[in-house]
């Protein structure tokens, strides 16, 4: 009888074997290691929707508009974009400035998570 509750009693245990915790491990760490690399990535975006924003209101002209955004990129250290990748157009008498580009964070050998933006002044 005591044999039997034995048996009974492991096979309720539950619980992470060695080998699943070192491979739940694996996982956390590579997330965070992504994650870590995508942050800055997308803090970059919000500061670049900003500094267009700003260009295109304060901007009337072409040559205006690139020079207010490449000013605002040396002020919050913006790489990915520069003035002359902005397409500036007119919608009655409003400028209107929309960017498109894409950043790559390598994962292992030639695994690569590729980030494509795209965005428009209002």
Do not use: H, W
């Not at 245990?13 to 590579?30: E, K």
């Not at 290691?33 to 800055?40: E, L, M, N, R």
């Not at 260009?55 to 000013?71: K, L, M």
């Not at 894409?102 to 209002?122: C, D, H, W």
Request: hydrophobic letters at 45%; proline letters at 2%; aromatic letters at 8%.
């Amino acid at each position: 009888m005591r044999k039997l509750q034995r048996c009974a009693s492991r096979t309720r245990q539950r619980g992470l074997s060695f080998f699943g915790l070192v491979l739940l491990g694996v996982i956390i760490v590579s997330v965070v290691a992504v994650g870590s690399q995508a942050i800055p990535i997308f803090l970059e975006f919000q500061a670049i929707r900003k500094a267009v924003a700003k260009a295109a209101s304060e901007g009337s002209t072409v040559a205006d508009v690139r020079a207010d955004f490449d000013r605002a990129a040396a002020i919050d250290d913006i790489s990915s974009i520069s003035g002359k990748n902005l397409e500036v157009t007119k919608e009655g008498d409003k400028v209107v400035v929309s960017f498109a580009y894409q950043r790559e964070i390598a994962l292992v050998g030639p695994a690569y998570l590729t980030f494509k933006f795209e965005g428009k002044s209002n």
